[in-house]
């Protein structure tokens, strides 16, 4: 071996000996960790999925957030552009006299502000929980046909049909069932989204979207 050849030998035997020191010796693969790349969408494994009750990842479980990331997912899939067949807007799907109420005339910007979707979404469940307060107070912690209700769910279920079709229900005893342009009932927000920690939204009759900081 000439010492040129030497010279280069030694040099890719260095540099393949850095390299391997900024690459772990082993790497895992984790199933439950979930990235869309085209919607931009991540996801954090549920306690089924990662087959433990304790694991070092912030769990959203039943806390406010995940209220709130659940009932987006389940109306978009978390997307912030979307509007369906029927003109309903963005991540939480408003319809447009929702968003003439919430203070938001321009649709348009509704689509590209992320803040102002987020900001809409909680002004909407003030004004649901202070039109909706008599029906919590009175039905949360009952159970008609078979379903648990809750304030998370008289919630949720009041985002997909508007609170009337919720009083209706309840005081009907369960007989009258709302359901939207696609065929979802309320009665499957009321089961989906019970039990989740919805104590920090404060009813507000005026809620508007300004009013929010997000």
Request: proline letters at 3%; glycine letters at 10%; charged letters at 25%.
């Amino acid at each position: 071996m000439t010492k040129k050849q030497i010279f280069y030998f030694g040099l890719f035997a260095s540099i393949i000996t850095l390299s391997s020191g900024f690459r772990p010796f082993k790497s895992e693969l984790f199933p439950w960790f979930h990235v869309f790349e085209k919607h931009g969408i991540y996801t954090v494994p549920t306690e089924v999925e990662v087959g433990q009750k304790f694991f070092d990842v912030p769990f959203t479980g039943k806390t406010f957030i995940g209220f709130q990331q659940s009932l987006a997912v389940r109306e978009s899939h978390g997307k912030y552009n979307k509007v369906n067949t029927l003109g309903y807007l963005g991540k939480y799907q408003f319809g447009s006299q929702t968003l003439e109420s919430l203070g938001i005339s321009d649709e348009e910007k509704f689509l590209r502000s992320r803040k102002l979707q987020e900001k809409a979404f909680l002004a909407n469940l003030a004004r649901n929980k202070w039109e909706l307060r008599r029906e919590i107070a009175r039905y949360a912690g009952r159970t008609i046909q078979g379903i648990p209700i809750t304030e998370s769910g008289i919630l949720a279920a009041a985002h997909l049909g508007g609170p009337g079709s919720v009083k209706r229900f309840l005081r009907t005893n369960g007989n009258r069932k709302f359901k939207d342009g696609y065929g979802t009932s309320i009665t499957e927000y009321l089961k989906e989204f019970a039990g989740y920690d919805t104590s920090c939204v404060e009813p507000n009759k005026q809620a508007k979207a300004r009013h929010y900081i997000y």
